[in-house]
């Protein structure tokens, strides 16, 4: 069975790093020695050293928003995956829809990035999602089915099955629209399908796919119930220690009573 792992994606927040400290040591204490559900969380990349050393000796992972997949060099601005691996990395999103289409990130980067990611044993956090108008035309599966050929080019099974996947619609992402549990059920069995149909059903199996969009503690339980979701990447109710813990909570409860 896989665990259920639930990722806070702090994106450009918060302000100082006094707050991502107190946001971090909040996080931790809530979250406690227990490890019956995996938790991460994805602070901007000034504040992971600080957040790194908040964390110690929780069993709370600790992820990059990005990374470059070049591994040193003249790349003004970027990160090499090993300096998040410095920092105190566990894990880096790649990928997420505000780089796809705020910065223009293609497939093909994120597979290199993706590749690169491999290289430094960090765990990567792969997004994909259709749009409104995508899924408004009918084509949410074309665009997940070209996202996951693009993004996943050239993977071996056991490397896939390392692979975390999140599946955000765009058109929930910090809009306070949630996918219903149908949809994202049905989102998720599609890129369950499409894994087993490429990898194998045993990997498809060992493959946990997070949803994301718009995730709180109310509506976490009935989205981590559904079979094929493992999990959440969640963005605004990260950045309030409450309402991450009580997705957590939900999770938990969902680990302890077993999917419906
Ligand atoms: P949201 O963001 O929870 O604020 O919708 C999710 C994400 O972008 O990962």
Not at 2 to 31: D, Y
Not at 99 to 122: C, I, P, Y
Not at 162 to 177: K, N
Not at 238 to 256: E, P, Q
Request: hydrophobic content about 45%; aromatic content about 6%.
């Amino acid at each position: 069975m896989r665990s259920l792992f639930i990722a806070g994606n702090w994106k450009m927040n918060p302000g100082t790093a006094e707050a991502a400290v107190a946001l971090a040591e909040a996080v931790k204490s809530g979250v406690g020695a227990a490890a019956d559900v995996r938790v991460a969380v994805c602070p901007p990349s000034v504040y992971l050293h600080r957040v790194d050393q908040v964390l110690e000796g929780s069993p709370i992972g600790l992820g990059g928003q990005n990374m470059y997949w070049k591994t040193e060099g003249a790349y003004t601005g970027e990160l090499s995956g090993a300096m998040l691996v410095d920092a105190g990395c566990t894990h880096v999103i790649l990928g997420h829809s505000e780089r796809r289409h705020g910065m223009g990130e293609t497939d093909a980067q994120v597979n290199a990035k993706l590749h690169s990611a491999f290289g430094v044993q960090l765990i990567p956090i792969v997004c994909i999602g259709e749009t409104q108008d995508e899924r408004a035309a009918g084509q949410t599966e074309d665009v997940l089915q070209g996202q996951l050929v693009g993004s996943l080019a050239g993977l071996s099974p056991e490397q896939m099955a390392g692979v975390v996947l999140a599946y955000e619609p765009v058109w929930a992402i910090g809009t306070g629209l949630t996918a219903t549990p149908e949809q994202a059920q049905d989102a998720h069995a599609f890129i369950r399908a499409w894994l087993s149909n490429e990898f194998g059903a045993a990997t498809a199996a060992r493959v946990v796919v997070q949803y994301g969009g718009s995730v709180k503690p109310d509506n976490a339980g009935d989205l981590l119930a559904r079979p094929d979701i493992d999990g959440a990447l969640v963005g605004g109710a990260s950045l309030k220690a409450a309402d991450f813990l009580g997705i957590i909570t939900a999770a938990r409860s969902v680990a302890a009573k077993g999917k419906d």
